[in-house]
């Protein structure tokens, strides 16, 4: 996850969970089902993705960033 002002950009790639059993409760596969590519949200949009998971209408981020 890299993290600017105005967008967070999520890429598959670069988490370690990538092709573990929490893609199938991430939002990202949530939204983005048999895309490869990153995802880039807005400040405002993962703030609402956030909000979205807290109440249980959508999965959360389960973005655990590679290291190294």
Request: net charge negative; hydrophobic share 40%.
């Amino acid at each position: 996850m890299h993290s600017t002002d105005d967008v967070l950009i999520i890429d598959c790639d670069q988490c370690r969970m990538q092709h573990t059993d929490a893609c199938d409760d991430c939002v990202v596969t949530f939204l983005c089902t048999g895309s490869t590519d990153a995802v880039v949200v807005d400040v405002a949009e993962a703030r609402a993705l956030r909000l979205l998971a807290d109440s249980g209408l959508a999965p959360p981020l389960r973005l655990d960033r590679r290291t190294g």
